[in-house]
């Protein structure tokens, strides 16, 4: 989970419901400053949400582009049905495909953040002419490290069997015994964190949870893309092993980025570096 460290909205960014083809979906869109050079959409990670690049939307838009980061189905401010097959790969790719469609500039540059990426590598697969480049930010192709689909796994047995708010407890405990000492979140921010927790539909964090615990060597499918690919990551990721990204990286052929310093959510804490990156990469597509 990406936590921001502010609420506040970059300049020149519009809140409001994306419709598409496959429903209505809540975003943070915000415009290009100067002469615009493309448009990206930013896909959220597991039990995240857009907010969790709000950090990034203003590079972005500085550096000439139009950043769209979304709430997927089922996630935060977007609705999502109650039946788990609403939330399958496929399903979740093809709301990026519409998603894409009705920004209403043609091909997008696509970036999914953790389980986004599997999302985003989904979408791209299936309709590649709907995107510019693919990029997989802390998201690689198989499933996460064991400590992670352990942590997955006991969340979503809790959830079958206990409320969702005794869940939400526990898992702030959880992630505080990893924190700093003396450090705390502010009021707003542990609000939010609750307030996104408690509208994400369950049957989303079941289903995408027993996604990224089983997912598939996924090299062979990056191979066929058509698409120019990125892998990016911070070199203390802990979800997917370093490792195994660096080698998906060089099987592919992709475009390689490592941040310093950074552990999951590059996008939270290196906010201006992993765009200069980013730019510097769509700067080579075609």
Request: glycine content about 10%; overall charge positive.
């Amino acid at each position: 989970m990406s936590k921001p460290r502010s609420l506040a909205l970059p300049p020149r960014t519009r809140a409001y419901r994306l419709v598409t083809a496959r429903g209505d979906f809540a975003v943070l869109d915000t415009a290009p400053q100067g002469e615009p050079r493309g448009t990206v959409l930013l896909l959220p990670g597991y039990t995240g949400s857009k907010e969790d690049f709000l950090a990034l939307l203003g590079p972005l838009s500085d550096a000439g582009y139009r950043a769209v980061a979304v709430d997927g189905r089922g996630q935060h401010e977007s609705p999502g049905p109650r039946h788990r097959s609403a939330y399958t790969r496929r399903a979740l790719a093809l709301d990026a495909i519409s998603q894409a469609a009705a920004l209403g500039d043609g091909s997008v540059h696509l970036l999914g953040h953790s389980f986004g990426g599997v999302v985003a590598r989904g979408a791209a697969l299936l309709a590649p002419e709907s995107f510019r480049s693919l990029t997989l930010l802390s998201s690689g192709p198989g499933p996460v490290a064991r400590p992670q689909r352990i942590r997955v796994r006991v969340l979503r047995g809790a959830l079958a069997v206990l409320p969702k708010e005794r869940v939400w407890r526990a898992t702030r405990w959880l992630d505080s015994r990893g924190e700093e000492p003396g450090v705390t979140d502010p009021p707003e921010i542990v609000m939010f964190l609750r307030r996104r927790w408690m509208r994400t539909r369950v049957v989303q964090l079941a289903v995408a949870g027993r996604l990224l615990r089983r997912d598939r060597d996924g090299h062979a499918q990056l191979a066929q893309l058509t698409v120019p690919l990125h892998i990016a990551y911070g070199d203390e990721e802990m979800v997917w092993p370093v490792v195994g990204l660096a080698e998906v990286a060089l099987r592919t052929g992709a475009h390689h980025t490592v941040v310093v310093g950074a552990g999951h959510s590059p996008n939270v804490s290196h906010p201006q570096e992993l765009a200069d990156r980013l730019v510097a990469f769509w700067e080579r597509c075609p």
